[in-house]
C-alpha cells in the first residue's frame, strides 16, 4: 500500500485506537502473531487494526481485545468510543459523545509528536506547565474532584513533560505565546514568578523555542486564530511523514482535529506570521525573566 493511499484510509480516530491498542498489547508481553491466533485472526488483520489502516472495525472485536490485554473497563469504553466514529478527515470531539469525557485522546497523539509547533494566547501549554501552575488550573477547572483526584490529574500533565525533557531523542517544541500569557495571573504572584522563570529556563533547550508576542505587535493576523497545536510525527527511511501533521484546536465542550492539507496550510501560514511578528528568542527570555521580577516586587 503507499503512502498516499495509507493516509487517505487512516482517519485520526482510528489511528488513536491502533496506537493504544499496540501499547496495551506489549503491557500484555504479546506479539502481534500470539495476540491475532487468541482472537482467531491473521496476523495482517491485527497489524492493519494497530496501524489505523482497517476498514471495518467492529465494536465486539475491540471489547474483545481488551479483555485480551486486560485493559480497564474505563478505558475500554474510550476505545469502543474511537471505533464507532466516522471517517473523515477534520473530526469534532465532543466530550462524552460515545468517548467517555476522561478518556484523553490528546495526550497518546501529543506522545508520539517529534515535532509541536503551538500558540497560545490565554494559558501557558501543558508541556511546559509548572506543578503549582497545573495545579492552580486543575483547581479551578474541576472544582468537584478530590484532592487525590487533582493530585492525580496534576502528575499526568507533568508525565507528558517527559515528551520534551527525555535525554533520548526528545521532540522539538517551538511556542508563540501571546504577552498576556506572562500577565495574567495564575494561582498567585508566586506562582507566576515561578512559572516564567521555568519558561525562560527551558527556552535555553536545543530542542524548544519559545518567543512572546508583546502587545504592540497588536493583531498580526487581522483576526484572531485562538490557540493551536500543530503535531508532526516524523518521517521515514523515505523522507515521507510517517502519519499526516494534525492541528488540534482545544475547545470548552471538545476538541477539533483538522488534518486535511488546506487546513494545516492555513495554520502553518498563520504561525509564519506570528514569528515574524514576536520577539527573538533571547528577547522574548528576557522579558520572561523581567516580568517574573515584576511579580516578586
Request: with cysteine; hydrophobic share 40%; glycine share 6%.
Amino acid at each position: 500500500m503507499s503512502e498516499t493511499s495509507t493516509h487517505t484510509s487512516s482517519t485520526l480516530p482510528r489511528r488513536q485506537l491502533g496506537r493504544y491498542l499496540r501499547d496495551w498489547r506489549a503491557r500484555a508481553g504479546l506479539t502481534i502473531a500470539e495476540a491475532a491466533k487468541l482472537m482467531e485472526w491473521g496476523a495482517t488483520t491485527l497489524q492493519r487494526l494497530e496501524k489505523g489502516q482497517a476498514d471495518r472495525i467492529r465494536t465486539i472485536d475491540i471489547e474483545a481485545l481488551c479483555r485480551i490485554y486486560g485493559i480497564p473497563d474505563e478505558i475500554g469504553e474510550g476505545l469502543k468510543g474511537l471505533a464507532q466514529q466516522a471517517a473523515v478527515k477534520s473530526w469534532w470531539h465532543a466530550y462524552g459523545d460515545l468517548i467517555p469525557e476522561d478518556f484523553d485522546v490528546f495526550v497518546g497523539l501529543e506522545a508520539s509528536a517529534r515535532r509541536l509547533t503551538a500558540y497560545q494566547c490565554e494559558l501557558v501549554p501543558g508541556l511546559v506547565q509548572t506543578v503549582d501552575y497545573a495545579r492552580a488550573l486543575n483547581t479551578l477547572g474541576y472544582p468537584a474532584n478530590s484532592a487525590a483526584e487533582l493530585e492525580r490529574r496534576v502528575q499526568l500533565r507533568l508525565q507528558r513533560q517527559v515528551l520534551i525533557t527525555r535525554r533520548h531523542q526528545p521532540a522539538n517544541l517551538e511556542v508563540v505565546l501571546c504577552e498576556s500569557v506572562l500577565r495574567r495571573v495564575v494561582g498567585s504572584a508566586k506562582v507566576m514568578a515561578a512559572q516564567l522563570r521555568h519558561l525562560a529556563d527551558l527556552s535555553t533547550r536545543d530542542n524548544v523555542e519559545l518567543r512572546v508576542l508583546p502587545f504592540s505587535s497588536g493583531v498580526p493576523l487581522g483576526l484572531s486564530s485562538g490557540p493551536y497545536i500543530l503535531l508532526e510525527f516524523g518521517a521515514d527511511p523515505k523522507g515521507q511523514p510517517v502519519e499526516p501533521p494534525v492541528v488540534y484546536v482545544e475547545g470548552f465542550t471538545g476538541d477539533l482535529y483538522l488534518e486535511r492539507e488546506t487546513d494545516v496550510r492555513r495554520y502553518r501560514r498563520a504561525h509564519e506570521q506570528l514569528l515574524r511578528s514576536a520577539l527573538d528568542i533571547s528577547a522574548s527570555r528576557h522579558l520572561l525573566r523581567q516580568v517574573a521580577k515584576e511579580f516578586m516586587v
